[in-house]
């Protein structure tokens, strides 16, 4: 399985974004997708999730501002980021579990400036 994620790059507080995950290696009908950040010095933590079916997660945070959305045709898991603030600069990464093993993509910064 590999998550290939891109989309990433340099915003002005107020901005927007759209983070891709391409996924290949996997029966994509049938995994969870879920995207994380990790900014220095803090922990990583989920940014919001959706399921094959389509039904999504997110974390507190970012609800109202960020959607996410997949094409089970083309195998895109999208991060659509509206809003953008500071805080929300750091290393995204796409990641599923399958066949009960972990998998992470390689991630995509996104740096937000004041």
């Known amino acids: 399985v590999q998550l290939q994620a891109s989309g990433g790059g340099l915003v002005q507080a107020g901005g927007s974004l759209r983070l891709s995950c391409k996924a290949t290696g996997m029966n994509f009908q049938y995994g969870d997708i879920e995207w994380y950040r990790q900014a220095p010095g803090k922990q990583r933590e989920l940014v919001a999730a959706i399921t094959p079916g389509g039904s999504a997660n997110y974390a507190d945070f970012v609800k109202g501002r960020f959607t996410i959305s997949r094409d089970n045709v083309r195998r895109v898991v999208s991060l659509q980021m509206n809003g953008l603030n500071p805080e929300d600069t750091g290393l995204y990464l796409c990641?599923?579990?399958?066949?009960?093993?972990?998998?992470w993509g390689q991630g995509t910064q996104v740096t937000v400036s004041s």
């Open positions: 990641y599923t579990r399958y066949r009960d093993r972990n998998f």
